[in-house]
């Protein structure tokens, strides 16, 4: 009996330390973007018509990928100000209320950081 336990544990701490190296660069990836001040972005569901996420911005963080080729619902779970820099130098202040709902069109490709103080959570359902 001795024996059968020494074996099993000889071969799960090999299987520990496999599943640690594994997953250790993952984590450090996940500090790494989080360091670099890049929104978070939770993917709620998803089909072949729609897409949920949610997107979390901390003061400072920006987005590099804002799907704005289609239309969007967006609704402010926490409110703060985002701005929107569009590639042809135009900058747009947006001001998100706590609750508040916007139906945004179709627009083309911009960057959007948090320049408040305070976290900024958006709800977002995208349309394909």
Same mark, same amino acid.
């Given at each position: 009996?001795? !024996?059968?336990?020494? %074996?099993?544990? *000889?071969?799960?701490?090999?299987?520990?330390? #496999?599943?640690?190296?594994?997953?250790?660069? =993952?984590?450090? $990836?996940?500090? =790494?973007?989080? +360091?670099?001040? $890049?929104?978070?972005?939770? @993917? #709620?569901?998803?089909?072949?018509?729609?897409?949920? !996420?949610?997107?979390?911005?901390?003061?400072?963080?920006?987005?590099?990928?804002?799907?704005? *080729?289609?239309?969007? &619902?967006?609704?402010?779970?926490?409110?703060? *100000? #985002? @701005?929107?820099?569009?590639?042809?130098?135009? /900058?747009?202040?947006? +001001?998100?209320?706590?609750?508040? &709902?916007?139906?945004?069109?179709?627009?083309?490709? !911009?960057? *959007?950081? /948090?320049?408040?103080?305070? +976290?900024? &959570? %958006? !709800?977002? &359902?995208? %349309?394909?």
């Amino acid at each position: 009996m001795n !024996y059968l336990i020494r %074996l099993f544990v *000889s071969c799960l701490i090999p299987a520990f330390m #496999l599943a640690w190296v594994a997953v250790n660069p =993952a984590v450090a $990836q996940d500090k =790494a973007m989080a +360091e670099k001040g $890049q929104a978070t972005i939770k @993917m #709620l569901a998803e089909n072949d018509k729609l897409r949920a !996420y949610e997107i979390w911005y901390k003061p400072g963080d920006v987005n590099l990928s804002v799907p704005s *080729s289609s239309v969007r &619902v967006v609704r402010a779970l926490r409110g703060g *100000s #985002l @701005m929107r820099m569009h590639s042809d130098g135009k /900058n747009e202040k947006v +001001e998100w209320k706590t609750g508040e &709902v916007k139906i945004n069109s179709p627009t083309e490709p !911009y960057t *959007s950081k /948090n320049i408040g103080k305070t +976290e900024l &959570v %958006l !709800y977002i &359902v995208l %349309l394909k």
